[in-house]
């Protein structure tokens, strides 16, 4: 496995999670990490990334609730989620690649993901 999410959860409304995705491997260093979403029956999402030289990107629905960090000594990338609410109800993955700043929300410019976690956020 190289990249391993984990941390989801049921939570309430208004409740704050803390996602936490383990890299091995060479799927860490010098890549940009991301955090993407499925809610049921929808597409996948990109959520917030973090370049290698710590630059961020957040989706609007996001932004102000959501914090990105990446610990290039443990190789691990995190996702601090406060204010949660119903619509943020998704499997959340981990993946990381080299997209150009275009393409920073496209899945598919990402060539490594990790499982999924589930994240739900009751009314």
């Known amino acids: 496995v ?10 309430q409304t208004g409740g704050s999670l803390r996602l936490t995705c383990a890299a091995s491997g060479n799927t860490f260093s010098g890549r940009t990490m991301g955090w993407f979403r499925q809610p049921p029956g ?6 917030a990334a973090v370049k290698s030289g710590g630059s961020t990107y957040f ?18 990338l995190y996702l601090q989620m ?4 119903p619509e943020d ?8 690649g080299f997209p150009i700043t275009s393409s920073m929300a496209r899945p598919e410019a990402y060539s490594t993901w990790g499982q999924g976690t589930l ?3 009751s009314s």
């Open 2 to 11: 190289q990249l391993q999410a984990s941390g989801g959860g049921l939570v």
């Open 42 to 47: 929808k597409e996948r999402e990109l959520v």
């Open 59 to 76: 989706a609007d629905s996001v932004k102000g609730r959501f914090t990105i960090s990446r610990d290039s000594a443990k190789n691990m």
């Open 82 to 85: 406060v204010s949660l609410r």
């Open 89 to 96: 109800t998704a499997v959340y993955f981990c993946a990381s």
């Open 119 to 121: 994240v739900t956020v």
